[in-house]
């Protein structure tokens, strides 16, 4: 999908009879469902799957099933937000530090008027809290689900409770309620078209760099598939 058609797709599912759950995955992710079941099945079942980063657009185009554009989690929730406050639809945001959440809420409430945020909790519980919080979930009665625990916790969250989570549109967003903070800048515009964001990420913090092994194995892989594929048609 594009993003107007992920969107179109998600403003129906925001007033569905079910659980609607986006992964927006990007090569590290991808690379990881390889050794992590559990994440596998979640994005295997999930609602929507979006490529979110260079990566797996370029796989696609390898692959020879290429996706129209990259579909970024911070984006998409974005404009979700934008949406959900044009069309009076309730938000719950689960994630991130208290004193995070708490900036992340105040600047989307000032830059998005009419955005009904109708509960939020920070991403540091134990799973001993996970029923009294998913109670408070559904008593909010959201539209809109942000999740932003990190990958792939939040992927597991969501899909751990699909059966229990009130019915709405629920997307994991990593990183993105410290965007909204205003304490992460986002790449300038010209890198994230050039499929350079994860590098600007890793020159801003530097502790990234382990995280970014997985990319050139995860090419690997991508390339492959690609080779096992010829060698079949042949």
């Not at 009879?17 to 994005?43: K, Q, W």
Request: net charge positive.
């Amino acid at each position: 999908m594009t993003m107007e058609e992920a969107l179109c797709t998600l403003r129906s599912a925001w007033n569905g009879p079910r659980v609607f759950h986006v992964v927006t995955a990007n090569a590290e992710m991808i690379h990881r469902s390889l050794a992590d079941r559990e994440l596998a099945e979640a994005m295997d079942k999930a609602e929507l799957v979006t490529a979110d980063g260079a990566g797996g657009v370029l796989a696609s185009r390898i692959l020879g099933c290429p996706l129209p554009e990259r579909v970024a989690g911070y984006d998409l929730a974005v404009k979700c937000l934008e949406q959900a406050a044009a069309e009076g639809v309730p938000v719950f945001l689960l994630g991130a530090r208290p004193e995070v959440l708490e900036e992340a809420k105040s600047n989307l409430q000032a830059q998005m008027p009419g955005l009904q945020i109708v509960g939020s909790h920070h991403g540091y519980f134990e799973q001993s809290d996970e029923m009294e919080l998913l109670h408070r979930i559904s008593s909010a009665g959201p539209g809109l689900l942000l999740v932003a625990l990190g990958a792939p916790a939040q992927e597991k969250f969501i899909f751990r409770h699909k059966k229990i989570l009130p019915p709405c549109a629920a997307i994991g967003v990593g990183g993105s309620f410290d965007v909204f903070a205003g304490r992460v800048k986002r790449a300038p515009r010209w890198i994230q078209r050039g499929g350079l964001e994860w590098l600007y990420r890793i020159c801003r913090n530097p502790s990234r760099l382990g995280r970014a092994r997985a990319l050139p194995l995860f090419l690997y892989e991508v390339l492959r598939q690609y080779l096992s594929a010829g060698e079949k048609r042949h």
